[in-house]
């Protein structure tokens, strides 16, 4: 026989306006349901924004690769058709920079959450004269980066130039060993090894072999002034992204879109007044006239080369920048050279270049190396995810190698 007092605990519990209200076992039933139907939909969201990620990665990525190799087979075929100006080959690689405008403005409106999953380092602002010493000082160093660049192209066949120019990434890692106190790994080094000797071994290749039928026969001499200066821009570009990653983590204290694309399109400015001024002051803006109706393809084709040069190197530019902001400028980098064995293919359709032993060589070289540095960066995700796991939050998706630097 049962109390009344425990028959009273069984019944439903009605209030003064005749509802049934849930017992105390209904409730701790019903608690653990609806924080497990939150978790499942907090799974759910994370996963769409996961594949959402890499989804814009991927474009990206395809931005990158695309248009590196198409803006160097475009502005190899400016030299290969007629045209003689280094400095206009120069101006195209920086000039389309206005495009961003229309992107930047579009992510800014769509996305006004986005600077607030950036971690920010500092919340002091740097002064006038620091930014505009920042962006004159890399707008200065991309202006002559892309001249030598410009020079590489025009003396050397477009398969050895873009073999060489593989090595940004050894520079890069280099450069952000000093600057930005990047750890050496085992994988680290032997990307650096192998990148060294694929662009070095370039330099034994007959200079008979380097040129096809259509193309110019370069001296020895020239050959030499190329090489050194596709070296010297590799170089340079991987000392502008160890020093952007400075001036983000030191002066500018952060990385979100507003920061990054102010980078981007001020050093654009400073590069492309730097580069006119070259272009008038060398003389060769007179010879662009005749150069135009000189021009193999005709006047058409001359202006329709450098317009989609430009554009394409824009777009080039938005997927780097947008490779930056999804995961870190080391790993946009690393991209870009993943594009290695896409051009010097490429060059054999379409100008005819020869691939004998030495430059396949350097190819292989260059993509086992490019596999060693990814392999690292890989590494590094995945320990640095299964750190956030066992502390019990997620990661942002910032490159473990970037963390790695910003410590």
């Not at 993509?367 to 939050?393: A, T």
Request: proline share 3%.
């Amino acid at each position: 026989m049962q109390h009344p007092h425990q028959e009273m605990q069984q019944l439903p519990i009605v209030a003064s306006n005749g509802a049934k209200e849930t017992n105390t076992m209904d409730d701790n039933n019903y608690v653990p349901t609806q924080m497990n139907q939150a978790l499942e939909m907090m799974m759910i969201n994370n996963r769409k924004k996961k594949y959402h990620r890499w989804l814009k990665i991927a474009v990206y990525a395809a931005f990158v690769l695309l248009g590196q190799s198409a803006a160097t087979l475009l502005g190899r075929l400016y030299y290969e058709k007629g045209g003689k100006s280094k400095w206009m080959g120069t101006l195209v690689q920086i000039i389309g920079f206005p495009i961003l405008l229309p992107y930047y403005y579009f992510f800014n409106q769509s996305s006004p959450h986005k600077n607030k999953d950036l971690t920010i380092i500092d919340p002091s602002k740097p002064s006038l004269s620091m930014l505009s010493f920042v962006y004159v000082s890399l707008g200065l160093i991309v202006a002559v980066n892309c001249y030598l660049y410009s020079i590489g192209l025009w003396y050397l066949p477009v398969s050895t130039f873009s073999l060489i120019c593989s090595s940004q990434l050894a520079f890069n890692a280099f450069f952000s060993y000093f600057l930005n106190s990047l750890k050496f790994t085992p994988y680290i080094i032997n990307s650096l090894v192998l990148l060294t000797i694929s662009s070095v071994i370039l330099v034994f290749q007959p200079s008979d072999d380097d040129t096809s039928d259509s193309s110019q026969k370069v001296s020895k001499r020239k050959y030499i002034i190329g090489f050194i200066c596709t070296i010297g821009s590799s170089a340079g570009y991987g000392l502008i992204l160890s020093l952007q990653q400075l001036a983000f983590k030191k002066v500018l204290k952060g990385e979100t879109l507003k920061v990054v694309m102010d980078m981007i399109i001020y050093q654009s400015i400073v590069a492309t007044i730097a580069i006119l001024i070259g272009l008038f002051a060398s003389g060769e803006w007179k010879g662009l006239n005749e150069e135009m109706r000189g021009y193999e393809m005709g006047k058409v084709s001359y202006v329709l080369n450098l317009t989609f040069t430009a554009i394409i190197w824009s777009l080039f530019s938005i997927g780097c920048v947008g490779l930056i902001l999804e995961v870190s400028s080391l790993f946009s980098n690393s991209i870009s050279v993943l594009g290695v064995p896409i051009v010097p293919l490429l060059a054999v359709v379409v100008f005819k270049d020869k691939m004998h032993g030495i430059k396949a060589i350097s190819m292989v070289l260059a993509v086992w190396g490019f596999i060693s540095y990814v392999y690292q960066h890989y590494v590094d995700e995945r320990n640095c995810n299964s750190e956030n796991s066992s502390n019990g939050h997620v990661a942002k998706g910032s490159s473990p190698l970037e963390e790695k630097v910003n410590r």
